[in-house]
């Protein structure tokens, strides 16, 4: 079963991806890339057989690529299957996205068409979505454009969990299965270019007509392309755009003729377009519309070179990349953010609070949490409290100290000894308590717990408990600064950042944010009342983050023990 709820596997998922998606343009020819694809599915997704279909010219497609299984590989590949039956076959499974799964209960009447398959032996399934021998999952690439040209189908299966694949790896098949897609046409497309390149080389009696193939494939070609200038005064200045290039920016041809790639990359971007290296060099970056906007591209370099006198110009292959960079973006904050709350979430709050800590070695001190705890005093600080909740209700303790230790503050990479880290600003904790203040100022760590928040999921059910986590996230997220961090740590419980307070500071914090907790919070019709308890301590260079979460976890208890104690004698 996928484990999608946790971070760090959609992590680790998504490193794979990105890994397999990136060798796909390290093939240097088509039959290369082919192979590149059924070998990426069964490295990078999690399947042990991957099967690669090309559409050939008269339409049918032709088995070209298989990986996991050489047997199986010796056995289909070269074998042509009819279009009629592939279309047949991908009309009547169902539709996952543009996957296309056709159970193992339908797909005895495929058994006597004419696509190349393998089969596998195995027990019939135990469970609902444990996969069956005879299942089958296919992905198929379409090329760019409105047209969705058919240019394959990757035919997997097998997948190493036993089970078929949740809505995570159908999203990450469908991902790669579109990569895919452009590599094929890429790879077919650099093959022409190089085609018309060699003969312009080779032939001088053949040139204005391998000019003219190379016109062609320059202007018609679906991604951008340029022709830039190498050496003298004017290098880098392009001389030639095609038609894709200037609808993809927005410019035209003329206007182009007066920049280089220079002029027209990202402010942040410059560095990466002056690392990568003229022949052969890539790199993703963003590039500037004519209305100020920015799109992100992928731009390969390639030299086309005179055997007499050298260089002679520099061809750019541009491609419009945006679309994967915003799912990029979107599955990166998903990985690092609660999916309920939209707040980030744990492992986000200790790569936070990890990078402002460093270890400073020469520190003396008895342990980090002693020297906090000596700062305030003891465990004497203030007491923010409101009768009339349970403050015990719900609370089972932040029991996170030993599992997580390797994988926060120091663990977690953070700077070792003096001296290498000049650039470090150190974090250092208040002295004072929150009634008065010695004018230090430093991170506060504010250990949230709601209290009373078990009793409504009880008796209202876990909506109404989530419709309250996600109105409480709302509350603490309006009531800090820009710059503070508010996640959710699990559960009932919540952890604010915020850099630049005094004890005094923090304090009045506490007690806003407590204030902004406690009205009602309307569900479904009904008003539902929780409390919080905060607990605050201080980021201080010589600690670890889980020290900090833990003298914030001890400080929020002392305040529930007192707002109990409290209670018991108003009653």
């Known amino acids: ?92 499974g169902e539709s996952w996205g543009d996957l296309r ?10 058994l006597e068409d004419d696509v190349p398959q393998w089969y596998t032996e195995g027990p019939d399934p135990r469970f609902e979505d444990e996969w069956h021998p005879q299942d089958r999952l296919y992905a198929p690439m379409y090329g760019s454009g409105g047209g969705r040209e058919l240019l394959g189908v990757i035919s997997v299966d097998r997948p190493r969990g036993g089970r078929r694949p949740g809505p995570w790896g159908q999203e990450a098949l469908q991902m790669y299965a579109s990569q895919a897609a452009i590599a094929i046409s890429n790879a077919r497309l650099r093959a022409n270019m190089q085609r018309a ?27 951008g392309m340029a022709i830039a200038e190498m050496g003298g005064d004017q290098h880098g200045r392009l001389l030639r755009t095609n038609d894709a290039l200037c609808r993809l920016l927005g410019r035209p041809a003329s206007a182009m003729r007066r920049h280089s790639f220079a002029d027209l990359v990202h402010p942040e971007d410059i560095g990466t377009l002056l690392r990568t290296s003229a022949e052969g060099g890539r ?106 909740y349970d403050a015990y209700d719900g609370y089972d303790g932040y029991d996170g100290y030993e599992e997580q230790a390797g994988r926060g503050g ?45 009793s409504i999921n009880d008796r209202f059910g876990h909506n109404t408990g989530d419709a309250v986590l996600i109105e409480v996230a709302h509350r603490l997220t309006t009531g800090v600064r820009d710059g503070d961090t508010v996640a959710r740590l699990g559960g009932d419980e919540f952890v604010v950042l915020a850099d630049g307070l005094g004890s005094a500071d923090a304090a009045d914090l506490a007690v806003r944010l407590r204030n902004a907790i406690i009205p009602p919070i309307r569900v479904d019709g009904r008003a539902v009342r929780v409390g919080a308890s905060f607990g605050i301590s201080w980021a201080a260079c010589g600690m670890s983050v889980e020290e900090v979460l833990q003298s914030a976890d001890q400080r929020m208890y002392v305040e529930k023990r007192s707002r109990k104690t409290v209670h018991r004698r108003a009653g």
């Open 1 to 92: 079963m996928e484990t999608e709820s946790e971070p760090y596997v959609r992590l680790a998922t998504l490193r794979q991806l990105h890994q397999a998606v990136a060798e796909l343009n390290t093939a240097r020819s088509l039959a290369d890339t082919l192979q590149t694809v059924a070998d990426g599915v069964v490295k990078g997704l999690g399947y042990e057989l991957a099967c690669v279909n090309v559409v050939q010219a008269d339409g049918d497609l032709v088995v070209a690529a298989f990986s996991g299984s050489a047997a199986a590989e010796a056995l289909i590949t070269g074998r042509v299957g009819s279009r009629g039956s592939w279309e047949r076959r991908l009309a009547m």
């Open 101 to 110: 799964f056709i159970p193992h209960t339908e797909g005895w009447v495929l």
């Open 197 to 223: 390149l060699v003969r312009l080389e080779r032939e001088q009696q053949a040139l204005r007509a391998s000019e003219e193939s190379f016109r062609q494939a320059f202007e018609y070609a679906p991604s």
């Open 283 to 388: 790199a993703e970056l963003r590039l500037t519309r004519r209305d100020g906007s920015y799109v992100w591209v992928s731009l390969r370099n390639s030299v086309v070179a005179d055997t007499a006198d050298g260089p002679r110009f520099l061809l750019t292959h541009v491609e419009d990349i945006e679309e994967r960079k915003s799912r990029e973006l979107q599955l990166a904050h998903r990985a690092s953010h609660d999916s309920l709350t939209g707040l980030p979430n744990s492992a986000e709050l200790r790569s936070r609070l990890s990078s402002r800590l460093c270890s400073r070695p020469h520190a003396l001190r008895e342990t980090a949490v002693e020297a906090l705890d000596a700062a305030y005093g003891g465990y004497e600080g203030t007491v923010l409290y409101e009768p009339g």
């Open 410 to 454: 120091r663990a977690h990479g953070v700077p070792g000894p003096a001296g290498a880290f000049d650039h470090h600003v150190h974090m250092a904790a208040p002295t004072g308590d929150g009634e008065s203040d010695d004018g230090t100022k430093g991170l506060a760590v504010l250990f949230c717990d709601l209290d009373g928040f078990k």
